[in-house]
């Protein structure tokens, strides 16, 4: 499918960029440079929250019109809050692109968060934060994180708790819109079959009039923090680990080699270096992944395994030993050859997905002012050197990991 991307900003600032193709199906959307990173104080989850309740009513619809708006016509409409973003799409039958960049444009200029459908809406959230709360796999990641980002706004919980989810108000939702959902700190992104013009002229009709400026705090810089090593009893049959290492952030010059390493240790594919030693060879882990999240200024890389409390031990030395030998010596260029292919071809299977281009086009545009395909991404990929994919792995070396286990 040929595609073609074009950008463009509003007069009040707001960026664009539209993805033409000649699909049936279309995405919009709303990146916005606001996550639980930016919940005022005690009023954690208040980000998460908003993105909840930014659906039960606006000036113009009450929470069921909202609901169906999309719906009716074969379309829907989601959102989801991370550390430091928030995404509001739609996803629609092609020829429906106005109403979807309309209902768009009304939540996030005329929201009311009306008070029953808050208190309403509170227990639904307080059910979420439960069911992660019951699932070890999920909330190990945030304990992990409280962790590492002890005292500081990165640390808690996307989710928030019981106590500060109780003390949210209408006009503190209200007040959070106002200040962060604005034209300079927002992206739009558009993916579908309509002429790049029809798609700017829309977004100009209906968000256009947009004029708030953005009015928050510089971010709290996470501290460096001494590497912890805890366990937690659960009282669980299996145990949880998870290991990981604070890194560079997502405008780090070395990002390309670390997410390079973290798909060779931990990635989708099944012959991932950590599930070949863990789990095919000697059977000791159920499960074994690795991710990195990249932030505006850090990152972290986290390697999640399940077992018996009694392979933990065994396990943790057979992951330092694999990171150890790529970080003590320059990987041979035929084998970084193969791995940057694996990875690269993993990158063209997933942008075949219209789901992960429009978020991809949104977040770049919203964190790095440009449009980039994954043709870029891949050109980088395919520059990283053995020497640099070797700096990568001393990142994630023994002495500078912190280990939490659930057991």
Not at 50 to 66: D, L, P, S
Not at 96 to 124: G, K, Y
Not at 149 to 163: K, R, S, T, V, Y
Not at 242 to 269: C, T
């Amino acid at each position: 499918m040929e595609e073609k991307t074009f950008t463009a900003t509003l007069d009040n600032g707001l960026r664009l960029v539209h993805i033409k193709n000649d699909a049936l199906v279309g995405w919009c959307g709303l990146a916005v440079n606001a996550g639980s990173r930016d919940d005022a104080p005690g009023l954690q989850g208040l980000a998460h929250y908003v993105e909840h309740t930014i659906f039960k009513g606006t000036t113009h619809r009450r929470a069921w019109h909202i609901l169906n708006r999309m719906e009716t016509v074969g379309g829907e409409l989601n959102a989801y809050t991370t550390k430091e973003g928030t995404m509001l799409y739609s996803t629609f039958p092609s020829r429906h692109l106005e109403r979807a960049v309309e209902l768009l444009a009304d939540l996030v200029t005329c929201s009311t968060f009306p008070a029953d459908e808050l208190d309403r809406e509170r227990d639904v959230v307080l059910e979420e934060v439960d069911s992660y709360r019951d699932t070890p796999i999920e909330a190990i990641y945030d304990d992990f994180e409280d962790m590492v980002f002890a005292g500081n706004p990165m640390g808690h919980n996307i989710l928030g708790c019981d106590e500060s989810i109780a003390r949210i108000e209408s006009d503190d939702c209200l007040h959070y819109i106002k200040t962060q959902y604005v034209p300079a700190n927002m992206a739009f992104f558009s993916v579908g079959p309509a002429q790049p013009d029809k798609v700017f002229a829309l977004a100009q009709k209906h968000l256009g009039a947009m004029h708030h400026q953005l009015d928050r705090a510089p971010r709290q810089q996470p501290p460096v923090l001494a590497r912890e090593h805890r366990e937690v009893d659960i009282d669980s049959h299996q145990s949880h680990t998870l290991v990981g290492a604070r890194v560079p952030s997502l405008y780090d010059e070395g990002r390309y080699a670390l997410a390079l390493l973290n798909n060779m240790l931990g990635g989708p594919g099944m012959n991932s270096l950590l599930n070949v030693q863990l789990r095919e060879r000697r059977g000791l882990v159920y499960t074994v992944e690795s991710s990195v999240a990249s932030f505006t200024d850090c990152g972290l890389v986290e390697i999640y395994f399940g077992c018996e409390y009694k392979s933990v031990k065994r396990s943790l030395d057979i992951i330092f030993n694999t990171i150890d030998a790529l970080a003590q010596n320059p990987l041979a260029e035929r084998r970084l050859e193969a791995c940057k292919r694996q990875y690269c071809g993993q990158l063209v299977v997933a942008s075949s997905n219209i789901e992960f281009t429009a978020m991809n086009a949104g977040k770049s545009l919203l964190f790095w002012g440009e449009a980039g395909g994954i043709e870029r991404t891949i050109e980088h990929i395919k520059g990283v050197t053995a020497a640099q994919l070797q700096q990568a792995a001393q990142l994630l070396t023994r002495e500078r990991c912190s280990i939490l286990t659930f057991k």
